[in-house]
T-cell receptor
Framework: EVQLVESGGGLVQTGGSLRLSCSAS????????MHWVRQAPGKGLEYVSA??????????ADSVKGRFTISRDNSKNTLYLQMSSLRAEDTAVYYC???FGEGWFDPWGQGTLVTVSS | EIVMTQSPATLSVSPGERATLSCRAS??????LAWYQQKPGQAPRLLIY???TRATGIPARFSGSGSGTEFTLTISSLQSEDFAVYYC??????????FGQGTKLEIK
């Protein structure tokens, strides 16, 4: 069974940093690109960042470019999102997802909540 | 960036009736479109991919259609568990994926 378990969320002050992790199991993690999608409270889904299977290519939404860094450790089947210079508008549930190379996201983890407050 | 626009923002339908949700892309995405259902406090769930293929375990009352820039999700006979928020997502070009803003399907 494919499982994606996010962790590392919490309350952080404006301007602070946080690192999210996503532990993957049930599939060959090193073979697939991975992604982060977030959802602010009461809002829609926002595609945040992506990383290729070997980590050589990364992508960031304009809203997080220069502040967030996506990475992965294929030996540990783990995806990361290093977030810095956090703003109130970064408050959201962050989901780790994969597409298995196809484009649609399935399955989804339970997400981890990041709250940025002054 | 491809902008996905969903309509209406809120749809009120009675149980047992048909619901039709729309999604429009700002440029052609071919059939590279997925639909998700999200209930309060839960992660999204994949319903449809390839514009019209139901995901594993999705009931036949859910159907998707369209290609290019115009897409539709139809729920043929609404059940109580279908009232939720629905999102479309285009995946025409990695990694520039985008979601629609969502349609809330509520009980009339």
């Amino acid at each position: 069974e494919v499982q994606l378990v996010e962790s590392g969320g919490g309350l952080v002050q404006t301007g602070g940093s946080l690192r999210l992790s996503c532990s993957a199991s049930g599939f060959t993690f090193s073979s697939y690109a991975m992604h982060w999608v977030r959802q602010a409270p009461g809002k829609g889904l926002e595609y945040v960042s992506a990383i290729s299977s070997n980590g050589g290519n990364t992508y960031y939404a304009d809203s997080v470019k220069g502040r967030f860094t996506i990475s992965r450790d294929n030996s540990k089947n783990t995806l990361y999102l290093q977030m810095s210079s956090l703003r109130a508008e970064d408050t959201a549930v962050y989901y780790c997802v994969t597409t298995f190379g196809e484009g649609w996201f399935d399955p989804w983890g339970q997400g981890t909540l990041v709250t940025v407050s002054s | 960036e491809i902008v996905m626009t969903q309509s209406p923002a809120t749809l009120s339908v009675s149980p047992g009736e048909r619901a039709t949700l729309s999604c429009r892309a700002s440029q052609s995405v071919s059939s590279n479109l997925a639909w998700y259902q999200q209930k309060p406090g839960q992660a999204p769930r994949l319903l449809i991919y390839g514009a019209s293929t139901r995901a594993t375990g999705i009931p036949a009352r859910f159907s998707g259609s369209g290609s290019g820039t115009e897409f539709t999700l139809t729920i043929s006979s609404l059940q109580s568990e279908d009232f939720a928020v629905y999102y479309c997502q285009q995946y025409n070009k990695w990694p520039l994926y985008t979601f629609g803003q969502g349609t809330k399907l509520e009980i009339k």
